[in-house]
């Protein structure tokens, strides 16, 4: 098993003032899954108190060309988990002296024998980054988990990704700061938010207690695919009930019960990594709440980048407005 590359600029700063950062405001650890073609970071629903996180980058945005190496016998997959603090700490420090390159391999470090008569010393795993900077040359080893087996890199690669796409998504991007004002709001009101999604472009958050009944619509998102708001007659009702009743009756609607602080944390993700679109799509018979994070190619003129990626699955309370299967 081996692994080492050099960071390159772009992806030293994707990591340290984007993903890592996102990340860490999730959950204290991550779990990396190094491949001959990208890197996921992966946070489980026991890293982040429920929620699916995968933010998945190509070794062309991670890494110089020259000298990638990443090998084992798990179709070279590598898998490990990380503290995210600590990996934070070891870029910025690299970023703070101004560093020329920052190289990283995996390596094992010896450790001094805890038992007495012990027969070798204990060898520990490290992520080891060396770089040089103004006026100083640094080495910093970073601990890690014991690198996967076979069975857990499968097991890890196999549920990265959300394989099942929602029938239609809104893009929330434009309006994301007045929804993630409008979500923290709700905060104060209830733990337990409705959403609702309709293919005419409209997105429905409402609450509902014992004391409190508070609903809000934000109108003409756009609805992706395209496709799906092909041929839709015109909706007539007066109000956000209404509307969202009549969408209902046609099948043009999607409707689902999570908490609110899930949806609090996903949306407020934007504001570190800057998308350029933020899909909400609602799977289908409620399943899961799917959250997709699009960005700029930075090498093009108003096209998508599909080098980098951010994925939120939410998940919704058992007692969905779908009722059980």
């Known amino acids: 098993m081996k692994f080492k590359a050099t960071l390159s600029d772009r992806g030293l700063r994707v990591l340290e003032k984007g993903f890592l950062p996102t990340l860490e405001k999730l959950g204290k650890r991550c779990q990396l899954l190094l491949g001959p073609e990208d890197v996921h970071l ?13 933010a998945r980058l190509a070794n062309v945005v991670l890494f110089e060309e020259e000298g990638f190496k990443c090998q084992s016998r798990y179709e070279n997959q590598i898998a490990f988990s990380v503290d995210i603090a600590l990996l934070l700490k070891v ?6 002296h101004d560093a020329d390159a920052l190289e990283m391999k995996l390596a094992m470090r010896s450790l001094p024998c805890a038992a007495p008569g012990a027969a070798a010393p204990q060898q520990r795993p490290t992520l080891a980054f060396s770089w040089r900077g103004h006026n100083v040359t640094m080495v910093q080893e ?6 996967y087996s076979q069975r857990d890199v499968e097991d890890l690669a196999r549920h990265k990704d959300v394989t099942t796409l929602s029938p239609f998504y809104l893009d929330l991007q434009d309006e994301v700061l007045r929804i993630q004002a409008l979500t923290d709001k709700l905060k104060g009101m209830a733990s337990e938010v409705v959403m609702a999604t309709t293919r005419h472009g409209d997105l429905h958050l409402q609450v ?6 508070f609903g809000t619509e934000i109108r003409g998102l756009a609805v992706l695919p395209s496709s799906a708001a092909d041929g839709l ?7 956000p009930e209404e509307r969202l009743e009549e969408a209902a009756a046609a099948g043009e609607s999607a409707s689902v019960v999570l908490l609110q602080k899930h949806l609090a944390k996903a949306l407020h993700s934007s504001q570190l990594t800057q998308p350029a679109q933020l899909l909400c ?3 289908e018979r409620g399943a899961h709440v799917h ?4 960005y700029r190619d930075p090498f093009s003129d108003g096209g998508y980048d599909d080098n980098i990626s951010l994925s939120y699955k939410l998940p919704v ?7 059980p299967e």
């Open 42 to 54: 992966i946070q489980s629903p026991a890293d982040t108190d429920g929620l699916q996180v995968t």
């Open 91 to 96: 870029l910025r420090s690299a970023v703070g």
């Open 142 to 147: 970073l601990p890690i988990s014991q690198p």
């Open 208 to 213: 509902h207690t014992s004391g409190v009944d």
């Open 233 to 239: 007659q015109l909706l007539r009702g007066e109000t």
């Open 281 to 283: 799509g609602i799977a």
């Open 291 to 294: 959250m997709m994070f699009v």
């Open 317 to 323: 309370r058992e007692d969905s407005l779908y009722g």
